[in-house]
């Protein structure tokens, strides 16, 4: 089995993913270093992590693509989790091969964007925390865009029958629901395409998911 966590920049999908190594042993690889090995050692391939999700996502997804089906033709048991996982692409591999590629996302459409900068403010982010270091414009600038961006990839996971998991409320409990999805297959309901066009049409205006076409749905407007 490949598992797939994919969605917006401090979501909870790098603490999904080690509390899922933690239950399970099957071990996990972040995006985000194959990101950087092109970055620093293949610049040539024109992979900067100061660009926005769009442009790394479209030069990524064909290596990320390669990189899981090899996994799967070699039956491989691994988690690969990243903001650079494309909604269609986790789909494709779906189709291609059923029962072996279970695939979720995680955002923060509906956060109240103070209530997120607090949160990240005082939860850890890692050693490799990009964000500690911004100013409070920068942060709240920063916060508005990834929530765009989660509305979208919620979007994207409407539009190809995906589990999206909203963790702007209830953030510890629904990273564990997160981990027993990717345990069980069981999706909690609020998970559900349908439950997911329904909060979508919801949404205000502002936050509602772009309809949009192909790796478009990546695109970084910032909301202020």
């Known amino acids: 089995m490949l598992y797939l966590v994919g969605g917006a920049a401090r979501s909870g999908k790098s603490t999904v993913a080690q509390r899922f190594v933690v239950q399970t042993v099957i071990p996990y690889f972040c995006l985000d270093y194959l990101m950087m090995g092109f970055a620093n050692g293949a610049p040539s391939f024109g992979v900067n992590p100061e660009d926005d999700e769009l442009q790394v996502a479209t030069l990524l997804t064909p290596v ?30 779906c189709r291609e091969f059923p029962g072996q590629v279970r695939v979720c996302f995680l ?5 109240d964007l103070n209530t997120k900068m607090h949160q990240i403010r005082h939860l850890n982010g890692g ?5 500690r270091d911004y100013d409070d414009g920068q942060l709240l600038t920063t916060v508005a865009r990834l929530q765009h961006l ?21 953030f510890e409990r ?14 909690s309901p609020m998970s559900s395409p349908r439950r997911q066009d329904e909060s979508a049409r ?8 772009i309809q949009s076409r192909g790796l478009e749905v990546f695109s970084n407007t910032a909301l202020l």
Do not use: K
């Open 64 to 93: 990320i693509r390669s990189m899981a089906v090899a996994m799967l033709e070699n039956g491989e048991e691994y988690l690969l989790e990243g903001v650079q996982l494309h909604p269609r692409l986790a789909a494709e591999l």
């Open 107 to 111: 955002g923060y459409a509906e956060a």
């Open 127 to 131: 050693t490799n925390d990009w964000l």
């Open 150 to 170: 989660s509305a979208t990839v919620q979007g994207e996971c409407i539009r190809h029958g995906l589990p999206y998991f909203e963790t702007a409320v209830h």
């Open 174 to 187: 629904v990273v564990d629901e997160v981990v027993t999805f990717l345990r069980t297959g069981s999706a």
């Open 202 to 209: 919801s949404m205000p205006a502002r936050n509602r998911p």
